[in-house]
């Protein structure tokens, strides 16, 4: 029983993930002169899903399914803890933004720049890490 409330706890937090990032996609608006403030609650949940997410699939890894070793060996589960990683690190920029405007407010030219493209190139990984996901369940090595 425990290895399905860890997979769906595991699926759940990656649809929370998914849908977090695409409402701090349509609530960032480079033409703001002041952000909206939802981005930061939305940035919470979508960090706290994601940290859900690895901890979930972690226990996953290790305590409920085929074991550590055979998910290493795969080149597709890999991958995707790769991309992964990769979304995590394109989500730095964007969160400490955020976390900055609680002091001061205001969306720099800069800013309108990079952080649509750091949002759209985290949902341009995510099919990528979806894809991975099937061709390891499904046993491709």
Request: hydrophobic content about 60%; glycine content about 4%; proline content about 5%.
């Amino acid at each position: 029983m425990l290895s399905v409330l860890a997979a769906f706890v595991h699926h759940l937090a990656a649809f929370t993930l998914v849908s977090a990032l695409v409402a701090e996609h349509l609530l960032f608006d480079r033409r703001a002169a002041r952000p909206d403030r939802r981005l930061q609650v939305v940035d919470a949940v979508y960090g706290a899903s994601a940290g859900l997410l690895l901890l979930a699939g972690l226990a996953r890894v290790f305590y409920f399914e085929k074991g550590a070793a055979y998910y290493f060996a795969n080149p597709y589960f890999v991958t995707k803890l790769v991309l992964f990683i990769a979304v995590a690190l394109l989500s730095a920029y964007p969160t400490l933004t955020f976390l900055r405007w609680r002091h001061t407010p205001e969306v720099t030219p800069a800013q309108g720049r990079w952080i649509p493209r750091l949002l759209r190139a985290q949902l341009a990984l995510v099919p990528l890490i979806v894809a991975c996901a099937v061709l390891m369940a499904k046993g491709f090595q």
